[in-house]
């Protein structure tokens, strides 16, 4: 009876060859059979082990990895080690012809329980690979489980942010839109402030424009009227203040070159001749009760108090009255009789200015220009005599009020060592002041002379821009004590301009001559 493997392989039993015609290339000795048996035997039953596994069990090839590369359960299963015998069983048959020879007479191996171990080696093999495919399959299985649910949160994730980005852009161009509106308001609103203005301006250059034409008519109709020339054009304050000032240093070089210098002798003049001089002092010297003070006793020239004399008598007699050219008894012939006029002029002066302040001014200052035309080349005879005789009594009044300070009590502290000409030099003082006065008169502003009498009682303040330390004062060493400390000496009036040349602003003053004073600051 044929056995399985025989059956399984496809060959016939031994029986069936014996009917079989014999070569004589195929007759071999019975060992050679029994070999050449065992072989097939072996043959078949690889074979057959093959076909059972082939479509069970995975190989390396099913893994895409060599025998070394396998999982360590795999390598060592029993059907890879059945694997690995078939092979090379296979090997050695395919050796060639002097290889199956030698394999004949090689002596044969057991083969008892090889068959059934070798299918319950495949049967291992197969069940460790199935488990190891389950196991992958499952580890597969729940990865791609938590791909696709990784991968349904990145959906979620972008379309959350798609919407989000469509509300951010919806947003953005309401935004834009408002931005582009409020612009266009803006713009509108600017254009149109800037309309209003461009209308605006138009309308004071118009205004502007007929005001100057005013402003010019008015200046022609006034050059006519009051015969304005370059004469009458008003001076800048520094050229007035310095003209005061070289006035002041002229008087105080005289008062020092002409005073004498010991005070004591004053003590032996007659009562009568002292009294005078005292009235005269308390003009400008602070007494205390009816007696001179000690400080001004202790001064060792009487230089201070003649240029104190001089300064008052220059200021009170030409700078206050404007009309101080009629002051003197010109004689019958003149045709400005001067006995009253200046009280006159003076009186009127003073009621046009309770009435209108301002026309009141331009009649003053009309009336002395009329008085002094201006010497050009198509200037009358009747104007140059005019101008003549104007600058004749101004010369006039002025030696006459040089000769009575020198007939006053100033007399007494005149040394009797001074210069032969010291009565020239004072006349020359006088007419320029008096010259100074007249001019500053002409102009449409108005001046007033603060004297001593009409500070009241003043005292010194270093800060002041009315008074003004008298060179002898060591101001600088004893600032503080000298501040708020009685004025003792009035060496020099205040002299002060009100309004402008266009008179106005008659309420606005400024300082044309400071007052210079004096006080002991020896202790």
């Known amino acids: 009876m044929p056995t399985k493997n025989s059956r399984q392989s496809g060959h016939h039993p031994p029986e069936s060859r014996a009917h079989e015609p014999r070569r004589r290339d195929t007759l071999r000795p019975q060992s050679s059979l029994l070999a050449v048996k065992i072989q097939d035997d072996l043959s078949n039953a690889g074979q057959t082990l093959s ?31 059945a694997k690995m015998e078939a092979h090379s069983q296979h090997n050695k048959r395919a050796q060639g012809p002097i290889g199956r020879v030698m394999g004949w007479f090689s002596p044969p191996k057991p083969t008892s329980k090889r068959p059934q171990q070798l299918y319950d080696n495949d049967n291992a093999a197969v069940h460790a690979s199935r488990k190891v495919q389950g196991k992958n399959y499952t580890e597969a299985q729940e990865s791609k489980g938590e791909d696709h649910d990784e991968l349904a949160k990145v959906r979620q994730e972008l379309a959350r942010a ?94 020092k070159k002409t005073s004498m210098k010991d005070v004591d002798l004053l003590d032996s003049l007659d009562e009568g001749d002292q009294i005078s001089l005292w009235n005269a002092l308390a003009q400008v010297v602070r007494f205390e009760g009816c007696q001179i003070s000690e400080e001004v006793r202790s001064l060792r020239s009487s230089t201070l108090l003649l240029n104190a004399l001089l300064s008052h008598d220059v200021y009170t ?38 009435s209108n302040e301002e026309d009141a001014h331009i009649w003053r200052s009309q009336t002395l220009r009329l008085l002094l035309p201006p010497l050009r080349n198509d200037t009358s005879d009747g104007e140059k005599e005019l101008h003549n005789r104007t600058q004749e009594m101004i010369t006039t009044v002025a030696d006459r009020r040089a000769s009575e300070f020198l007939k006053s009590p100033a007399r007494y502290m005149i040394s009797d060592k001074a210069d032969a000409n010291y009565g020239d030099k004072l006349r020359s003082i006088y007419r320029e002041a008096a010259s100074i006065s007249y ?85």
């Open 51 to 81: 076909a059972s596994t082939q479509q069970r069990a995975p190989d390396s090839d099913a893994y895409n990895c060599d025998d070394d590369e396998l999982p360590l359960e795999l390598r060592n299963s029993p059907y890879n080690t």
């Open 162 to 255: 798609l919407k989000s980005h469509e509300v951010k852009e919806l947003e953005f161009q309401k935004k834009m839109q408002d931005l582009q509106h409020q612009h266009m308001r803006e713009i509108e609103h600017g254009a149109s402030i800037q309309q209003t203005e461009i209308q605006n301006l138009k309308s004071d250059k118009e205004k502007l424009r007929e005001e100057h034409e005013a402003f010019i008519r008015k200046q022609q109709e006034l050059s006519f009227k009051q015969m304005t020339t370059s004469r009458w054009l008003p001076v800048e304050d520094t050229k007035v203040m310095a003209d005061l000032n070289r006035l002041k240093r002229e008087m105080r070089g005289w008062a």
């Open 317 to 354: 007699s030409l700078f206050r009255n404007p009309f101080f050219i009629f002051s003197e008894d010109l004689g019958a012939e003149h045709p400005f009789p001067g006995t009253g006029l200046n009280s006159m002029l003076g009186e009127l002066y003073q009621r046009t200015q309770r």
């Open 439 to 523: 001019m500053l008169w002409t102009r449409r502003t108005t001046l007033r002379c603060w004297t001593l009498e009409d500070m009241g009682r003043p005292v010194f303040h270093p800060d002041s821009k009315e008074l003004v330390p008298h060179s002898s004062v060591n101001f600088e060493e004893h600032e503080d004590q000298l501040e708020g400390r009685p004025i003792t000496i009035l060496v020099h009036p205040l002299l002060k301009a009100y309004g402008t040349d266009e008179a106005k602003d008659y309420d606005r003053d400024r300082v044309w001559a400071p007052a210079e004073v004096w006080l002991d600051s020896r202790n």
